[in-house]
């Protein structure tokens, strides 16, 4: 079996959540400098267990961004196509020989079961995605298209040039990203601060 993959939307994406997991940690930090040198004036008010399930629950969400784009993947052979969803444990398959009609537009491939299908007003009988936390591999993406236009029973109709996630205005998001991250990175100036002096200081 042939395998599609997400990969991340861009490196500057990864970089902002690393730094937000490191401000959530930072913060982590304090919480449980208060907790353990019982800080007065904080620690009486501190109610524990909501915020230790609290922080629990931004790590996870965290964590999930990060790695997003790892839960998705699509296999697929010559008669069947496979859509795997790792973190809900589901999969939805394809019989190719049951597609007529494949659509590339700007989220994904649409299939239906009539060369005359109407993309605009029918609801596909399968969907594979262009982006799942991140973007469709390029090479393994172009892989499969050449497989559908070799086959004769299937007309393929691409709306595209440049494949969705990898044309220039993308670029606008990697920008926004990296600002976002120096941002947040100089954020974390102030909680490290009050870490080393909670520290010093008990």
């Excluded at 809900?88 to 994904?108: P, Q």
């Excluded at 491939?109 to 007003?121: E, G, L, M, R």
């Excluded at 100036?189 to 200081?201: D, E, G």
Aim: contains cysteine; positive net charge; hydrophobic residues 50%.
């Amino acid at each position: 079996m042939n395998k599609i993959q997400y990969h991340y939307t861009n490196l500057a994406k990864q970089i902002f959540f690393l730094v937000c997991f490191l401000y959530f940690f930072l913060r982590f930090l304090i919480m449980m400098e208060i907790i353990f040198f019982r800080i007065d004036g904080y620690y009486e008010s501190t109610n524990i267990p909501l915020t230790l399930l609290l922080y629990a629950v931004l790590f996870t969400i965290v964590i999930l961004f990060f790695r997003g784009h790892k839960f998705c993947f699509s296999t697929y052979d010559e008669d069947h196509l496979i859509y795997h969803n790792t973190l809900l444990r589901t999969e939805k398959k394809l019989e190719l020989a049951d597609a007529k009609l494949a659509v590339l537009d700007t989220f994904g491939i649409k299939f239906f079961s009539a060369q005359n299908a109407d993309p605009k007003t029918e609801k596909p009988i399968f969907f594979l995605p262009f982006f799942r936390d991140g973007i469709i591999e390029a090479v393994q993406i172009d892989k499969f298209y050449k497989m559908l236009k070799a086959k004769e029973d299937i007309r393929v109709v691409k709306k595209f040039k440049v494949l969705p996630g990898y044309s220039n205005k993308w670029k606008f998001v990697t920008i926004a990203y990296g600002f976002l991250a120096v941002i947040l990175f100089m954020s974390c100036a102030t909680p490290i601060t009050v870490v080393i002096v909670l520290f010093q200081n008990h």
